[in-house]
């Protein structure tokens, strides 16, 4: 489970997000949940913004190891009140290597496979798949401007990155990707997400796999079990004491607001049924990704 869909606050990407002003205004859009085509701006003065290429520190580290700065990396890595660098890229690279025994259990073989990291922010994941970059295309995309700018001047080539919005479409042709992966994206996707769903089914190739991660029971178990004190578990039981939820059949609940810091939960079994009407569930493993259900579902042909 990541961290930043449950520890967030209003204020955590201060340095990236702009003025006082631009934040309150940027707060109340974001929170608007019934609009889309949204997504999160560069800082900018009154005069603009600029873009800067790769230092040459970073531009001598190997693809993989280049860091972005501390407000792009979304609170992973972060470990006693500060970020650990080391643990920043182990995290991509172990969250990529349980996908690719997922992949391979289901004997499906990436290389030569259009890639798409759907959320990648500054490339956590995407990084360690230069081989795939390197036989094909592989591109991430987010809504989260600056991440992406950085992962344009930093990580591209091989990668290709773009802007997107909360608007359930992407820029690609009907069937262009082999593989499309999402870690953690579908725990901050509220009404939304089954018009995600289905666009990740239009832009798949027959045969094409879709991974992705979710929050469900297990998720809230682990979480009140090894996390007490953890803020997520009193954002459910904020709601819980306005709704009664836990004590009734729920299959889905959503927390707070806005794509930073809502926490979309799902009751697992419901969740896959109905989506296999649209796609084959091939592999559903609790715990896969931290405290996260990992789901990789097939395009049929």
């Known amino acids: 489970m990541s961290i930043d869909a449950t520890r967030a606050h209003p204020e955590r990407f201060r340095e990236a997000i702009g003025t006082e002003e631009v934040r309150q205004l940027e707060t109340r859009l974001m929170g608007a949940t019934n609009l889309a085509g949204l997504y999160y701006p560069e800082d900018r003065s009154a ?38 660098d080391a643990l920043y890229l182990q995290t991509g690279h172990n969250d990529v290597t349980a996908m690719r025994r997922i992949l391979t259990e289901d004997g499906f073989d990436t290389m030569g496979e259009r890639v798409l ?67 953690s994206v579908w725990t901050h996707i509220g009404e939304l997400d089954d ?38 578990n009193g954002h459910v039981a904020e709601l819980d004491a306005a709704t009664g939820m836990l004590s009734r059949d729920w299959i889905a609940f959503v927390t707070r607001s806005t794509p930073w810091l809502q926490r979309a939960v799902y009751r697992r079994a419901p969740w896959v049924d109905r989506i296999a009407r649209w796609m084959e569930p091939k592999v559903v493993r609790p715990k896969s990704y931290g405290w996260q259900t990992a789901v990789l579902l097939e395009k049929r042909a």
Not at 141 to 147: F, I, K, P
Not at 161 to 168: D, I, K, N, V
Request: net charge negative; charged share 20%.
């Open 117 to 183: 990291e759907f959320g990648c922010s500054a490339g956590r994941m995407l990084r360690h798949m230069e081989a795939e970059a390197q036989a094909n295309e592989a591109w991430g995309v987010d809504l989260h401007s600056a991440a992406i700018h950085w992962a344009q001047a930093h990580l591209s080539p091989p990668f290709h990155f773009a802007t997107t919005t909360s608007t359930p479409h992407l820029p690609f042709e009907d069937g262009y990707f082999g593989l499309i992966f999402a870690g």
């Open 195 to 232: 018009a995600w769903l289905l666009e990740m089914r239009r832009i798949l190739r027959p045969g094409g796999r879709l991974y992705l991660t979710i929050s469900d029971e297990t998720t809230l178990e682990e979480v009140a079990r090894v996390k007490p004190d953890h803020a997520s």
């Open 47 to 84: 005069g603009g913004y600029v873009l800067y290429g790769m230092a040459p520190d970073q531009a001598a580290l190997p693809l993989a190891e280049r860091l972005p700065p501390t407000p792009l990396r979304h609170y992973y890595g972060f470990r006693d009140g500060r970020y650990v």
